[in-house]
């Protein structure tokens, strides 16, 4: 089974500024992707970014960008430019890819930003 | 733009009471699930869908059961609430498993308090 895990609980950043999110897993699959999610106050969960396992090339989507060291099975989330709309929780997920069923996500425990002026 | 909706955003219900959840996504998306989410626990799958009137267990499907009549519509039940089932639900679709990248898209949630 895979795991995923978030030591990062809580954190903090000032406006403009920049902030590592960590995440690591624990697999023995060789192709799977993986994902950073974003679910601010009271609202949607929604996809900040992928990352498939076989691309040696990091993620990146505007001011996030991903550091993705497939041996280490780390996957951490960079924001740039920290904005007062990125407060909000970060989930770090797992995904493999099944044969014959759904795809299933295996989600952290998730690290609560909060982006201070 | 994908839109995955369910029925309430915040629902009370007795002990023993039977709850239905309903989420309705709009993109012929094969696959669907449903999470519980808890504070420091993250999502949990409970049950998920990958065609009309197939479901399979997720990690945690102890008193609750699915159903899927219709392809855009993912029922979650609970047979019979209680306490221990307060928790904020999130439903969720992708496309298929071979699809080259089978990104969840999420519903807004509904928060269940069991009283």
């Known amino acids: 089974a895979q795991t995923v895990t978030q030591s990062q609980p809580e954190m903090s950043v000032q406006e403009a500024e920049t902030v590592t999110l960590s995440c690591t897993y624990d697999?023995?699959?060789?192709?799977?992707?993986l994902f950073w999610y974003k679910q601010p106050p009271s609202r949607q969960m929604i996809l900040v970014i992928r990352?498939?396992?076989?691309?040696?090339q990091n993620a990146t989507e505007n001011r996030f960008s991903v550091n993705f060291q497939k041996a280490a099975k780390s996957f951490s989330l960079k924001i740039s430019d920290s904005q007062l709309g990125d407060t909000a929780m970060y989930f770090c997920?797992?995904?493999?890819?099944?044969?014959?069923?759904?795809?299933?996500?295996?989600f952290g425990t998730g690290t609560r930003l909060q982006v201070t002026l | 733009d994908v839109k995955v909706t369910q029925s309430s955003r915040y629902l009370v219900k007795r002990t023993g009471e039977k709850v239905f959840l309903e989420c309705v996504q709009d993109?012929?998306?094969?696959?669907m699930f449903w999470y519980r989410q808890d504070p420091g626990l993250g999502l949990r799958l409970i049950y998920f869908?990958?065609?009309?009137?197939?479901?399979e267990k997720g990690d945690i499907p102890e008193g609750y059961s699915v159903s899927r009549e219709k392809k855009e519509r993912f029922s979650l039940i609970l047979e019979s609430a209680s306490t221990n089932q307060t928790s904020m639900y999130l439903c969720?679709?992708?496309?298929?498993?071979?699809?080259?990248?089978?990104?969840?898209?999420f519903g807004p949630g509904t928060r269940l308090t069991v009283l």
């Open positions: 969720a679709s992708s496309y298929p498993t071979h699809a080259p990248q089978a990104t969840q898209y």
């Open positions: 697999t023995s699959e060789n192709n799977y992707y």
């Open positions: 990352q498939e396992a076989y691309k040696q």
């Open positions: 997920a797992f995904m493999k890819q099944e044969a014959g069923t759904a795809s299933k996500l295996t």
């Open positions: 993109m012929d998306h094969e696959n």
């Open positions: 869908s990958y065609d009309v009137k197939m479901k």
